[in-house]
């Protein structure tokens, strides 16, 4: 079992930043991929960003420019830093790990975003 504990959500204008981090315990498998995904009221899950052990990223186009994701790997710990943060980028973001690229098979307990004036 892997645990992830993310913090750093909370409400900020429209124009600020925001960084997000998660920390994984548990039984760490090697060579994973840690992201972030994010549900708004009434839409579905979408990835936000993906970041390999060897850093290789992956970025939705709504955020490319603006959203920077990073790692530590002797932490264990995923980074999600936000800025010129947009009212639609108002969600429940969600930290997960996976063994593949394209896999999650953990995510953590989602910690809010609301970006309004």
């Known amino acids: 079992q892997v645990q992830l504990v993310e913090s750093g959500g909370g409400l900020v204008q429209p124009g600020g930043s925001l960084r997000l981090s998660c920390a994984a315990s548990?039984?760490?498998?090697?060579?994973?991929?840690m992201g972030w995904y994010r549900q708004a009221p009434g839409k579905e899950r979408e990835l936000v960003a993906r970041?390999?052990?060897?850093?290789?990223?992956k970025y939705a186009d709504s955020v490319k420019g603006r959203f920077t994701i990073s790692r530590d790997n002797s932490k264990n710990t995923v980074y999600l830093q936000m800025n010129t943060l947009k009212p639609e980028d108002t969600a429940v973001y969600y930290c997960?790990?996976?063994?593949?690229?394209?896999?999650?098979?953990?995510w953590g307990q989602g910690t809010q975003v609301t970006v309004s004036s």
């Open positions: 970041i390999t052990t060897g850093r290789i990223t």
């Open positions: 548990g039984s760490i498998f090697s060579g994973n991929v």
């Open positions: 997960t790990i996976g063994r593949t690229w394209s896999s999650v098979d953990y």
